[in-house]
């Protein structure tokens, strides 16, 4: 038997789908102003929190630790990315931000959050979604 979604699900569903979108398109536009990949920016902002393990990043970012190892490398040619031995285990190394990072995210503060933040100060100015968060498609629709 065939089920069907009723008309609201279905635009829900439709929104959810235009925020995700619209979000990776930002972050990966906020990246390419810093000459990153979207990859490579949200590698740098988990790194600008803490010095983490590759295999870490791996299962922060749902994806195999040989492409994180890539990443590092090309961020660690780049001057924004260390290796250093982990004081726990000194078997393992640890990708750390370097201050060249720390400076770059306090000039421009928005590089790795700037989707979200546009998010949460649109909620926060009268605590209802104004439209400019996700295209203004809550605004087109009467949702205000």
Do not use: F
Not at 31 to 55: D, K, N, Y
Not at 73 to 94: F, H, I, S, Y
Not at 135 to 144: K, L, S, T
Request: hydrophobic share 35%; aromatic share 4%; net charge positive.
């Amino acid at each position: 038997m065939a089920t069907r979604t009723d008309p609201l699900t279905l635009e829900v569903v439709e929104l959810i789908g235009a925020v995700v979108a619209r979000y990776h398109e930002e972050y990966d536009r906020a990246a390419a102003e810093h000459s990153l990949t979207g990859a490579q920016a949200r590698v740098l902002g988990l790194l600008s929190l803490e010095p983490l393990p590759m295999r870490k990043i791996a299962v922060r970012l749902k994806c195999e630790p040989s492409n994180v190892t890539g990443i590092i490398d090309r961020l660690e040619t780049r001057g924004l990315v260390e290796r250093r031995p982990d004081p726990a285990d000194r078997r393992v190394k640890l990708a750390a931000a370097t201050e060249t990072v720390g400076a770059r995210h306090a000039n421009c503060g928005t590089l790795w959050t700037s989707p979200a933040n546009r998010w949460r100060a649109c909620r926060t100015r009268n605590g209802r979604c104004c439209g400019t968060c996700c295209g203004g498609c809550w605004a087109r629709r009467g949702h205000r």
